[in-house]
């Protein structure tokens, strides 16, 4: 169990949503992590979690997407990859970006989600790649409370974008709409990553 898996289910449960994990048999280690961490979520297979779950988040390397059979997802697939060096090996493999020291990145070939550009069919939206894990925990505020940072939502399924973000608002963070054409100001090396914006910063950055 990744410290950013970890760190967003944190959110999600405290949220008060239904939180299922994906369940791996073969891993006791992980299945013991999981009911120390997140001891108020379940574990599913994956088929099973790709036919009832309304959002599935995906905090992985870039990498293990090619062992994910994403086809026939019902629900909105969140993409929170990122696209790391090969040769670089520490919190980059976590895809926690919690690191003080800059992180190289390749550009992504694959569009702003190699899930979407996999799946074409799918509702994809990209965010919550952009923060690292101990800032998520630190940072979730109510709506309307002053500082509250925001974070960026990236798709151009409008519809599923709107969804995200109102979950996005619910676990603590401003959402910011962004179409996938401005995907790389939340992709490493982007002026977004690893940046505390809130609302009026973002639209700065963006305008």
């Known amino acids: 169990m990744g410290k950013l898996g970890t760190a967003i289910g944190r959110l999600v449960a405290n949220a ?16 013991l992590t999981i009911s120390v961490m997140l001891p108020d ?16 988040i995906l905090a992985v390397p870039q990498s293990a997407l090619a062992d994910l ?16 060096e090969t040769t670089y090996t520490s919190p980059a493999l976590d895809n926690s970006a919690d690191s003080s020291e800059p992180m190289e990145s390749k550009a992504n070939p694959q569009g702003f989600s190699p899930i979407a550009t996999t799946y074409p069919n799918l509702r994809v939206v990209k965010t919550l790649n952009h923060a690292a894990y101990t800032e998520l ?12 940072r925001a974070l960026g939502v990236v798709s151009d399924d409008p519809a599923a974008q ?3 973000g109102e979950f996005i608002d619910s676990i603590g963070f401003d959402p910011y709409l ?13 002026p977004a990553f690893g940046a505390r914006l809130e609302l009026a910063d973002w639209k700065k950055l963006t305008k």
């Not at 925990?137 to 500082?147: D, H, S």
């Open 16 to 31: 008060g949503h239904e939180l299922f994990l994906l369940s791996r048999p073969e891993d006791s280690i992980r299945e």
């Open 162 to 164: 709107k969804i995200v």
């Open 137 to 148: 925990t630190a940072e979730a505020r109510q709506a309307g409370e002053p500082g509250r």
């Open 69 to 84: 059979d994403l086809d026939k997802t019902r629900g909105i697939i969140v993409d929170a990859t990122n696209a790391w």
């Open 178 to 190: 962004l179409p996938s054409a401005r995907a790389q100001i939340i992709e490493p090396n982007g």
């Open 41 to 56: 979520s379940s574990t599913l297979p994956l088929e099973e979690m790709k036919q009832i779950a309304d959002i599935i």
